[in-house]
């Protein structure tokens, strides 16, 4: 079975400084993005899902609970993240892939020995991030939403939060 994928999501970045990133590629090529702390009160928050089979890997780039910094571009192509420590910062970090049936195409990656890392919900979001050492080093995130973008999804169900 190959997995159905509606288009590439979002190409991440780890940056070391977030604030210079947001104005180079805004200069470059005329990016709008959208600033986010996951994790941070009164901005977005993530809930980890338990998996249906199989059993989550630690992720040396997720957030692990502490808030991190982001600029997502407001058109979906690229998100910037503060890195969360010197060495992994200014390179890339991920490829966001949305896909039609995120419970199908998890089971297809695991059923060929892909280990997810973390299998979260942020908003409408629902996302799975995979084990990079099982995918030629590339951190793959799949991504399922029904809102017209990435960033709506993530803020959808938590403005209520904001405002209280």
Known sequence: MTIEVERI???GA???DLAGARE???RLFGLKFESVVLGARGDISS????MRSGELHPDPQSVQGRPTPLAIDTSGLFELIEAPTPDQADRMRNIHLKVADIEAATGEMMANGIRVVDNLRCGNLREVIFEPDDLFGIRLCFVQYDEPSIIEAMLANQESSRTA
């Open 47 to 50: 809930e980890r899902l338990p």
């Open 24 to 26: 180079l590629f805004t």
């Open 9 to 11: 999501e979002v190409l």
């Open 14 to 16: 780890n940056v070391s």
